[in-house]
């Protein structure tokens, strides 16, 4: 075989920060809006021929965004619950991000667990 000839390079198993997957799920995103012009849509596709693996990862976040749609909404606090919840300020705004994240986390394994590897 060549040495010279470029082979892809395999998907990271860390996939929020593998830098095609971020690639593709930033595509995934500009795509969804209904302003999308022309010329994103033909820098979307001329990406997607680019590599192999491009088109590979915007599959798999098309793939992830469907098995999202159909996991189901928590149920909305009740009155009650609203009534109750006393926020003391206890815990910086600053912290709550790394909440959010450690749930984004979880969602994450979510997604890794019902979706096949991918290929």
């Known amino acids: 075989m060549n040495a010279m000839i470029k082979q892809p390079m395999p998907f990271s198993d860390d996939i929020e920060h593998d830098p095609i997957h971020l690639a593709a799920a930033d595509w995934f995103v500009r795509l969804q809006s209904t302003e999308v012009s022309l010329e994103e849509t033909l820098a979307w596709q001329a990406w997607l021929h680019e590599n192999p693996l491009h088109a590979q990862a915007f599959a798999r976040i098309e793939e992830i965004s469907d098995v ?48 096949p590897p991918p290929h």
């Open 68 to 115: 999202m749609r159909h996991i189901a909404a928590p149920p909305a606090a009740s009155m009650r619950e609203l009534a109750r919840d006393r926020y003391d300020a206890s815990v910086p705004i600053k912290n709550w991000k790394r909440r959010v994240c450690a749930v984004d986390r979880g969602w994450r394994w979510a997604w890794r667990l019902r979706l």
